[in-house]
């Protein structure tokens, strides 16, 4: 493929609508699961149906405690419906998870983007400032992540491709300097949302969640009420780590959502079960392709269809 | 890495340890345990389910319930069971007798291809080697930018294009020029790609028959889920895969794509990434892994990584001033930054034995040894030579400065004087040139 041409799909207008682009991105997921699960449903409720739940659940990453409650639910109940409470089970702790952006209200409204090395960050930045773009505001991206070899200049290539403006200071500054910076300046001023790119960091690194606070000190007392999004990436291929993950950016930074990327893969992204269930961090938003379109706010509705269709 | 699942055997087995006794029912619900241990470690369910019926076989069978300790007979068959599962021993990257030597780097977008490819050429560099690094990912932006920044940080050559290029072609004129300048080996970064991108797949096929790659390598994360056979699956049928590397191993995911990874290609755990900085990729040990996994810690790492980082004539001279009154703050110092080169204290603190319970609660601050370093160095020379003098001004002025408080700076006092008293014990025995190791203890204790 020459650079044209993948700079073509990137551009590729949408011409299936939000649903059926969802259901492309899940055609995967869904296959899997729900040939599988007819399978379960062809039978009665035994032990060998239970235990074909808990491999379906399992293998979609919702993990052994989140497995063993809805197939817990699913026992005490008509095997008549087993389809039917299975799908409200899941559909019940999705919808949860229903939230939208938080950024009307706001001038300028600031997104706080973080999470685990090579999820996504930059790229769904980008996804995120052309749909902004999209929607008539005028959009300033931050180039937070001053450690990474490149990563100034990768999301300074993003920035053109949607035509956004770009702060950026040299690799190795204090990224809490250049948030500052980017929200002192004039150009702030006039924009509608600022979103923020911040390094990959592991949650276990200690040092570098103190940074994270700082950055996000730095957002508040510079402007009140900032970051008024801190939205957490995490890659739908990742197991029960993700978890965790969740928890401690929590913890540290107080997330307000969740984007899971790569939901194109044959990953399930079963995790955001999980952690809805467990932490009640909602899910705001879904990466499910690689081209600039490709991301969709979460629906906890088209995503339980999508999964049971 | 590990430590969960660390934690949970150890557990089970503390309990069947206390028994004389094993009966069947008691292996059973040790196999229970381990099955969930394993799942929540994200090993895929279909390769759990194999290795606990395997276990089971064994476990049941007279082998154990007429052993004398039926706990430890458990232990060492589920320890067998997974060093097996994990491919038996270390296999090492070797080099091509006819150069140059190609070894091309291909996974899931964000895995970690990059940053591994830039790692892989320090390592060559450090065995005295001159590699080419090679941007084959002409699809991310700036990823070629990314890999040309490690080259020159690494101080090795880079090839590299433009955004867009056919990576097929720049592959071709890599190799090319490693042949006419004698580089040796070439390391291939590609485009990350999704294992059911029929396109790119093909793509990275056609590579590989131009190129002919003497190592195909996947690189996964560590983190990765159920997914992990997919991923590995599609990936080895597509490019019959060399060995695989895993990444970002430094997290607290117990890793269980490792196991299941292995179990569904049959291709080793090559190397493992576990930290961001250059030098942190380390060969991947299956025997002491799954020693890990069991709680019986990794001894032999540790060695290892003491003999790499720390040299010789400096542990010598050191060695003999241990146990004499000579041993100074000077020396102390000396110690810490040989101790530093073995790595993050944290991971050391990964590799010892018996302390997968306890090392949840331990929390290692590796900025605490350069607070010390910086309190150290805040000192006069006559200070340094000798600390009875450092009386409560002195102190006064080493906290400021070092940027420190005076109750830091006795703190460092206290510890150095133990560490005195420790060194005379130890100077009874001999140490083999680890003077770093008994630090490292004594750091930890100081926790």
Request: charged share 30%; aromatic share 4%.
């Amino acid at each position: 493929m020459t650079g044209s041409e993948v700079k073509k799909l990137f551009y590729m207008e949408n011409k299936k609508g939000v649903l059926g682009k969802l259901k492309d991105g899940l055609l995967k997921t869904r296959r899997n699961l729900t040939e599988r699960i007819e399978g379960v449903f062809g039978g009665r409720i035994d032990a060998q149906a239970l235990e074909d739940m808990e491999e379906i659940l399992i293998t979609s990453d919702l993990g052994v405690k989140a497995s063993k409650e809805i197939i817990g639910i699913i026992e005490r109940t008509d095997p008549v419906n087993l389809r039917e409470t299975l799908k409200g089970e899941i559909f019940n702790i999705l919808k949860k998870g229903e939230a939208s952006l938080l950024t009307n209200g706001h001038k300028p409204a600031v997104i706080m983007v973080v999470g685990v090395n090579g999820n996504g960050k930059t790229t769904t930045i980008g996804k995120l400032a052309k749909r902004f773009k999209d929607e008539g505001k005028e959009v300033l991206l931050v180039a937070g992540d001053t450690f990474r070899a490149a990563a100034i200049e990768q999301l300074s290539v993003w920035g053109e491709r949607v035509g956004v403006k770009v702060v950026k200071h040299k690799s190795g500054a204090d990224p809490g300097a250049v948030v500052f910076d980017a929200i002192q300046s004039e150009k702030a001023k006039g924009a509608d949302v600022v979103i923020v790119d911040t390094a990959g960091r592991l949650h276990t690194k200690a040092p570098l969640m103190e940074e994270l606070k700082k950055i996000k000190r730095v957002m508040d007392k510079e402007l009140p009420g900032a970051p008024h999004e801190v939205l957490l990436v995490i890659d739908a291929s990742t197991g029960q780590n993700a978890i965790e993950q969740a928890r401690i950016f929590h913890e540290a930074i107080g997330v307000t959502g969740i984007v899971l990327t790569k939901l194109d893969g044959t990953a399930k992204g079963g995790i955001i079960i999980a952690i809805i269930r467990e932490l009640e961090i909602p899910v705001k938003m879904i990466g499910i392709g690689e081209k600039i379109d490709d991301l969709r706010d979460f629906n906890a509705e088209e995503f339980t269809e999508a999964l049971f269709e | 890495m590990f430590e969960g699942l660390t934690n949970k055997l150890e557990g089970i087995f503390r309990k069947l340890r206390g028994r004389g006794i094993l009966k069947e029912e008691d292996v059973l619900s040790a196999l229970k345990e381990i099955r969930l241990a394993l799942l929540e470690a994200d090993v895929n369910f279909k390769v759990v389910k194999d290795f606990v019926e395997r276990i089971k076989g064994r476990a049941i069978g007279q082998e154990i319930l007429q052993s004398l300790t039926p706990g430890q007979q458990v232990i060492k068959v589920v320890h067998e069971e997974l060093t097996s599962l994990m491919g038996e021993s270390y296999k090492k990257t070797h080099l091509s007798p006819n150069p140059p030597t190609v070894l091309m780097l291909v996974g899931l977008q964000g895995s970690g291809k990059t940053t591994t490819a830039g790692k892989l050429a320090n390592l060559f560099k450090k065995e005295g080697r001159q590699p080419l690094l090679v941007a084959a990912d002409t699809q991310r932006p700036a990823a070629i930018e990314q890999l040309s920044l490690l080259s020159s940080q690494i101080g090795v050559n880079f090839y590299g294009t433009k955004d867009g290029d056919n990576p097929i072609r720049v592959c071709e004129d890599a190799t090319h020029k490693a042949k006419r300048e004698g580089f040796e080996p070439v390391i291939i970064d590609t485009a990350g790609r999704l294992h059911i991108d029929d396109a790119l797949m093909d793509e990275l096929k056609m590579v590989r028959e131009k190129i002919l790659p003497h190592e195909i390598l996947l690189v996964a994360d560590a983190m990765t889920g159920q997914d992990a056979v997919n991923i590995a699956q599609r990936f080895d049928e597509a490019l019959n895969l060399t060995g695989i590397i895993l990444t970002k191993m430094d997290g607290d995911a117990r890793g269980g794509a490792a196991i299941s990874m292995m179990a569904v290609t049959g291709k080793p755990i090559k190397l493992i990434g576990v930290g961001e900085k250059l030098d942190l990729l380390e060969p991947f040990h299956p025997n002491r892994m799954a020693s890990r996994i069991l709680g019986m810690g990794d001894v032999l790492s540790i060695i290892e990584k003491a003999e790499a980082s720390i040299e010789k004539e400096e542990a010598l001279r050191l060695e003999k001033k241990l146990g004499t009154d000579s041993f100074t703050l000077e020396d102390f110092r000396g110690q810490l930054k040989q101790m530093k080169k073995m790595g993050p204290l944290s991971q050391i603190l990964d590799l010892i034995p018996g302390l997968g319970k306890f090392r949840s609660e331990i929390n290692i601050d590796d900025r605490e040894l350069i607070k010390v370093e910086a309190i150290i160095d805040s000192m006069t020379k006559k200070e340094r030579g000798n600390y009875a003098i450092i009386n409560g001004n002195r102190r006064k002025r080493i906290a400021l400065g070092s940027g420190t408080m005076v109750t830091d700076v006795n703190r460092v006092l206290k510890q150095f004087i133990q560490v005195k008293k420790m060194m005379k014990a130890f100077s009874r025995r001999p140490m083999g040139g680890k003077g770093g190791l008994n630090i490292a203890r004594e750091v930890m204790k100081w926790q």
